[in-house]
Each structure stands twice: as structure tokens, then as C-alpha cells.
């Protein structure tokens, strides 16, 4: 598995990412949604890179334009809810894709502790298609995985590119072990160290979903 940072790089992103962490530009929930919007846009670009192109004639008013077009227009996957924000921003960008639309979330146990539930998947077929999974925050990995092997249940892809804007180094760590096929990119905004007793990535930024929808009655 390739894993690629993006932030840290000294480029707007950087800038984008400062504004969602900051718990004062926090309280505005329209810019951050708008920033993780316009990080989405951001990470499709850099992926865009990466797809598959051919070579179209282009008819224009004086001639015909040779122009690489892509081969084959990508699925964008997102985990529900927390990803729907940067999800449109990757649609904005990759605006002839597929989508698709996991339903996981976390259920806390009496001890403290958490497992992630699986409810239900809306998607085309996956088979030799190259997929995009985004969610905005690695923490332990676990949804990242769940959601990556749903996919499965639609097709075999030709490739997948995991995308998170923050993750754990632990959560990077858990992916990288759990999810060994080559034909696989992890694409980062940023890693941080640590992780909270209730596995929320430190410093990260707190609840994305929370953020960018409101809170919810379970969210403590």
C-alpha cells in the first residue's frame, strides 16, 4: 500500500486544514463545511493524477484538439455522515463519477469502549472500477476498514484510494496491516500522533460530523 501526505506541504491546503482544527472558526459550521468541501476538491485533483486517460479528438470551431480524457470515470465512496461534506468536494471536481454511500457508525459499549456498525450500502457495481473512500478522520481505522471491505460485496475494483484529512499515526499503522493488497492508495492530509481514551485523534479537530451537521444526542 502507497501512502501519501498531502498537508504540511507549504501550499492552501494547508491553510484549509488550519481552519477546520481551529475551535474558533469551528463554531461557524458553514465554513466548515465549505473547507472540507473545498479540501475534497483538492484531493481529487492529486488523485486525478493517478487515474487511467486516452487520447479523444476534440472537435472544436477551427480543428480537431487531441486531449487526454479519462478512460473510465471512477467511483466516489463515502462513509455516511461525516464524509458527505468532502465527498462533495471531490463530485465538484470528478463531476461524471459514479457514487456510493456507507452507513457506519460508532456504538459505544458499557465499558467505555466502541465497535463500529455496518448498516447498509447504496452503490453501482465495483467490479474492475477504480474506487474513491473517503472519510474525514483515520482514527482507529476501523470504519476506514468496514467500509473498505463493503465494497467487495458490489465487485472486485481495479483499484481503491483510501482518503482521510486527518489520521493517527496508530490509525495508519491499522491499515497498513489490515489491508495488504497492492493495488491500494492511502492518501493523508495529515498524521497525528495520538489518540483519546474514546479513540479521537489528538490534536485533530473533535467530531467532523458534529461539525458539519450538528450534534448528536449520543455524541458524548
Known sequence: MEVKVFGNSHTIFDQYLAEIRDCNIQKDPMRFRENMYRIGEL?????????????????TPLGI????????????????????????????????AENCFISAYRKY????????EFEYMASPSLDGKVVILSD?????GKSMEIGYEALFSKGTPAHVHLVAII?????????QETIRAENVTL???????SLTAKSYIAPGLGDAGDLAYGEKVDSK
Open 109 to 116: 459499549t458499557e465499558n467505555g469502549g466502541f465497535d463500529i
Open 65 to 96: 484538439a487531441k486531449v487526454p480524457v479519462l478512460k473510465q470515470q471512477p467511483v466516489l465512496a463515502t462513509i455516511l455522515r461525516a464524509g458527505l461534506a468532502m465527498h462533495n468536494g471531490l463530485l465538484k471536481i470528478l463531476d461524471r
Open 187 to 193: 492518501w493523508l492530509g495529515a498524521v497525528d500522533e
Open 167 to 175: 489520521a493517527s499515526q496508530q490509525g495508519v499503522e491499522y491499515i
Open 136 to 140: 474525514p478522520m483515520l482514527a482507529s
Open 43 to 59: 484531493f481529487a485533483y492529486e488523485i486525478s493524477k493517478e487515474l487511467e486517460y486516452e487520447t479523444s479528438d476534440i472537435k
